[in-house]
């Protein structure tokens, strides 16, 4: 029954952390006030930048819109390859 519910709202999971991850992502772009174009600062900031290129930055802003935006992508991408292992674990049962 489990391995049925699982297997039936995998997509609707999916989707659900693609929603929350979108709006946390702009909640942090408005948060921070950063200037220029949010749709730049979204998709730019979907990898995750190494400390050495956030400490070369000069501006502050962006700086802490990219610690936060390292943190919000290491915890979304963790809990969408949670759901995707679960998923592969039960679709191999």
Do not use: C, H
């Not at 991408?77 to 995707?84: D, K, R, T, V």
Request: overall charge positive; charged content about 15%.
């Amino acid at each position: 029954m489990i391995k049925f519910f699982i297997l039936a709202n995998f997509s609707k999971a999916i989707v659900i952390v693609l929603i929350l991850f979108v709006i946390v992502k702009g909640i942090a772009i408005i948060s921070t006030k950063l200037k220029g174009n949010p749709f730049t600062l979204f998709f730019a900031s979907l990898g995750m930048q190494s400390n050495q290129s956030i400490t070369n930055t000069f501006d502050e802003d962006l700086k802490k819109y990219l610690r936060k935006s390292n943190a919000i992508n290491i915890f979304f991408y963790s809990i969408a390859g949670l759901i995707i292992l679960v998923y592969l674990l039960f679709r191999a049962i």
